[in-house]
């Protein structure tokens, strides 16, 4: 005879614990993962109006990598720490997609 009870999952929120039915597109979902401090990566989709920098160039943290507009806002990206732009992967026109990569950045050993 097949067992037909609920399997309730352990669910954890801040430090208390919920049993739950969790579903099955909950299951599917994409993992969260830190991001990676050395990708520029697109928030929303949106047009690159200018590129700043060129790979192989050293900058410093607070210099600008890129203009990019979204929604209408125009938004300048800047270096988050002081390193080396590894590549430049948009143009001046592209239109990227959300998460699309853009610089890819190489920090600078101390």
Same mark, same amino acid.
């Given at each position: ?26 299951g ?17 989709? @949106? *047009?690159?109006? %200018? !590129?700043? =920098?060129?790979? $192989?160039?050293? #900058?410093?943290?607070g ?5 990019? /507009? ?12 002081? @390193? *080396?732009v590894? %590549? !430049?992967? =948009?143009?001046? $026109?592209?239109? #990227? ?8 950045? /190489?920090?600078?050993?101390?």
């Amino acid at each position: 005879m097949e067992d037909n009870k609920p399997k309730y999952e352990v669910f954890v929120v801040n430090t208390a614990q919920y049993y739950t039915l969790l579903t099955k597109k909950y299951g599917m979902r994409k993992k969260w993962q830190p991001a990676d401090l050395n990708e520029i990566r697109s928030f929303i989709p @949106g *047009t690159i109006l %200018e !590129v700043y =920098v060129k790979p $192989g160039q050293d #900058v410093h943290a607070g210099d600008k990598l890129l203009k990019y /507009e979204a929604m209408k806002m125009q938004t300048i990206l800047e270096m988050p720490f002081a @390193g *080396t732009v590894k %590549e !430049v992967l =948009v143009t001046v $026109g592209d239109k #990227v997609r959300k998460d699309q990569l853009m610089i890819q950045l /190489e920090e600078l050993a101390e």
